[in-house]
């Protein structure tokens, strides 16, 4: 478990680029056979990737979550990006399609994952966050989020967002989570840009050619900084930081929320005139 600490915006301020990196930037998410987590001070987040090839993969707990078993006190939301796979909850076991997305309640004690062909493994991006109560698993697809078509083609910026964990569409105690699906010869997301001081936010971008990148944009709105972004990274957005994207190339992202709400509206705007 990779541990990363909150930063105040003052701290930021002071942080060169492999600092930046260092302190918000997920890497290595997808190692063959392994399951990778970061936990984030920034209300208690944690980011994780998991890739079975030969073998099914056990989410185990770790010392920093001072429990017995991973979900005791946390719920978390699975998106595969990857090939058909499997998710097994004390035992029941969910087929994964690519972007399928399954909702695990606090309580549930052995989640296991695995592939369908060890030539072509999943790819399991989950989100995990302290919870308070025990609410059921829900298995979604495309058609069961909650869906939002935003942007033009004239601002490159014409996208899709599929709301999967979201109380629209679910229950659940804190997390919500969904996915945007940029349209060929969009490249920009969030933007104008906002804060939610109430909420927090992990992006994860994927479907990004090797050649290609993203700079997202952080920090507050009078003093950003930026971090390229490669395929299957993901960004630690602090409540009080901007959180947008723009592209050499068109890409899909996950987003997670965690904090003092779950209203997806609840969104300070920043207007352009006040970016920096």
């Given amino acids: 478990m990779d541990i990363r600490y909150a930063i105040h915006t003052d701290h930021m301020k002071s942080l ?36 079975p090839v030969e073998t099914e993969l056990k989410l185990e707990v770790t ?3 001072g429990v017995d078993t991973f979900l005791q006190r946390r719920e978390m939301g699975i998106i595969n990006i990857g090939s058909t796979g499997t998710v097994s909850v004390d035992g029941k076991k969910y087929p994964m399609g690519d972007k399928e997305c399954i909702y695990v309640g606090m309580g549930s004690k052995e989640v296991l994952f695995k592939s369908s062909d060890r030539n072509h493994p999943a790819k399991f991006y989950f989100n995990s966050t302290p919870a308070h109560a025990a609410y059921p698993i829900v298995k979604l697809s495309l058609k069961d989020a909650k869906q939002l078509r935003l942007g033009t083609p004239e601002k490159a910026n014409v996208r899709t967002i599929y709301q ?15 996915m945007t699906v940029l349209e060929p ?10 804060t939610h001081d109430r909420r927090m936010e ?3 971008y994927f479907d990004l050619p090797d050649d290609s990148v ?9 003093e950003t900084r930026h971090i ?7 960004v630690i957005s602090p409540s009080w930081s901007i959180h947008s994207g723009v592209g050499t190339n068109s890409y899909t992202f ?14 300070d705007q920043i207007p352009m005139s006040e970016l920096k």
């Fill in 228 to 234: 390229v972004v490669r395929n299957e990274e993901a």
């Fill in 63 to 65: 010392r920093e979550l």
């Fill in 254 to 267: 996950i987003w997670g929320m965690a904090g003092e709400n779950q209203t997806f509206t609840d969104m």
């Fill in 16 to 51: 060169d680029t492999e600092a930046m990196r260092r302190h918000f930037l997920i890497d290595r998410l997808f190692e063959k056979e392994k399951a990778n987590l970061v936990y984030s001070h920034v209300d208690r987040i944690i980011a994780g990737g998991v890739c």
């Fill in 185 to 194: 010869g969009s490249l920009w997301n969030t933007m104008p840009c906002h």
């Fill in 202 to 204: 992990v992006y994860l």
């Fill in 214 to 222: 993203v700079f997202h944009l952080m920090g507050e709105p009078e």
């Fill in 164 to 178: 999967f964990i979201h109380p629209d569409v679910l229950k659940s105690c804190q997390l919500v989570m969904g």
